[in-house]
């Protein structure tokens, strides 16, 4: 019999470790507590390795006076370090209740990123890691942008399925009840529009073109830019959040169960309600962007209500008027693409439902603006 001792240094917590045969016995002995520090691994480790390597790894506690969680995490190391080596492990000789706890512990798979690890990766790893998880975040989406387009295709045909009744309640979410945020904006937008540019046409005395300034400003591209950051901040991060709450609860897995696409059911009519309140939203926040010029040039500047509503309704094409509903168009699909996406992505704690949140309005906003420049070149290129 070939015999090996590991001390810990710590009085209270022993561990020693012999062969006989082909089993690897692990002898603990004293107090396995809180403020005991644990036996190292390594002479356990070496004797696995070792030629030829044992069938069977046991454990011997009954010199152990006291213990918890810590003579857990000590066997369960060494369980699965056996685990990896191939090496069947006996806990029947635990003490009562910790082999159970053991079993269990084994049973269910470890959280990615639960255990924290001393070691930090290094730059080659990290840039590897940064590289496979784009890979995947791009196959992901891919894969939801291809079940939306069959979705839609569905919709036209007839054959898509979801609650007509959960469609309205949703439109009443994207549009009534984001008026009063979309008014307040809008409003204070065209304020302070109005009131930079009157401070600077007051040294020309030219303050009718305040009105102007306003107009084109709102009708063109900024009513449309404010409303769909006011939606990715309020429905988009409602959409993530609901759809997120749904993937925590299994309501999703339960959808597929039961045979119906959760991207029908569920994305589909949020995307129809954002897509058709937008244009809407961003008529209304024209409207009232124009009316804090408005009340600037009345106030401030003494124009003539009369001759601001002219002159804004001369100054304005109405080809800006058109781009404006195409931007809100594409940041209504955008808003509701990026908060059911993050939704449907969500993991399985409460955590993950904040994150899916944020990450919700993150993505929205960062698409908003790359949409904006995006069509802003368009249009320079077509002389609109």
């Given at each position: ?242 759809l997120g709450t749904m993937q925590v609860n299994e309501e999703i897995d339960a959808l597929r169960t039961f045979g119906f696409s959760p991207t029908e059911f569920l994305v589909l009519p949020r995307l129809i309600a954002l897509v058709l309140m937008m244009p809407l939203l961003c008529i209304y926040a024209d409207l009232m962007g124009i009316l804090g010029g408005f009340l600037v040039g009345a106030l401030m500047l003494d124009i003539n209500p009369i001759q601001y509503f002219t002159t804004t309704w001369n100054s304005v094409p109405l080809a800006n008027f058109w781009i404006g509903l195409v931007h809100s168009a594409v940041f209504g699909v955008l808003v509701a693409l990026a908060g059911c996406y993050r ?42």
């Amino acid at each position: 019999m070939v015999k090996q001792t590991g001390i810990s240094p710590h009085p209270d917590a022993a561990c020693q470790v012999s062969r006989d045969a082909g089993i690897l016995r692990v002898a603990l002995s004293g107090v396995w507590s809180m403020g005991a520090t644990l036996p190292d691994a390594q002479p356990v480790r070496e004797a696995i390795g070792r030629v030829p390597k044992p069938e069977r790894l046991s454990f011997d506690a009954s010199g152990v006076t006291r213990w918890d969680s810590r003579l857990l995490a000590f066997c369960l190391g060494l369980v699965r370090l056996a685990g990896d080596a191939g090496v069947a492990a006996d806990t029947s000789g635990l003490p009562e209740g910790a082999g159970d706890l053991l079993d269990l512990a084994l049973r269910v798979p470890e959280r990615k990123g639960a255990a924290r690890t001393e070691a930090s990766e290094s730059f080659l790893e990290g840039v590897g890691g940064l590289a496979l998880g784009t890979g995947r975040a791009m196959t992901n989406l891919l894969e939801f942008l291809g079940d939306v387009a069959l979705a839609c295709v569905s919709l036209v045909r007839g054959r898509a399925v979801f609650q007509r009744s959960q469609l309205l309640g949703l439109i009443k979410q994207a549009g009534l009840d984001a008026l009063p945020i979309v008014s307040l904006i809008s409003l204070l937008v065209g304020l302070i529009l109005a009131f930079v540019g009157a401070i600077q046409l007051q040294q020309f005395g030219a303050q009718i073109y305040v009105s102007t300034i306003v107009g084109i400003a709102m009708v063109r591209v900024m009513g449309a830019i404010m409303t769909g950051i006011i939606m990715a901040g309020r429905t988009g991060a409602a959409y993530a959040a609901e759809l997120g709450t749904m993937q925590v609860n299994e309501e999703i897995d339960a959808l597929r169960t039961f045979g119906f696409s959760p991207t029908e059911f569920l994305v589909l009519p949020r995307l129809i309600a954002l897509v058709l309140m937008m244009p809407l939203l961003c008529i209304y926040a024209d409207l009232m962007g124009i009316l804090g010029g408005f009340l600037v040039g009345a106030l401030m500047l003494d124009i003539n209500p009369i001759q601001y509503f002219t002159t804004t309704w001369n100054s304005v094409p109405l080809a800006n008027f058109w781009i404006g509903l195409v931007h809100s168009a594409v940041f209504g699909v955008l808003v509701a693409l990026a908060g059911c996406y993050r939704g449907m992505r969500c993991g399985r704690s409460a955590l993950a439902v904040g994150q899916a949140a944020t990450s919700a309005v993150v993505t929205s906003i960062l698409a908003i603006i790359i949409a904006t420049a995006v069509i802003t070149v368009v249009c320079n290129i077509l002389g609109v």
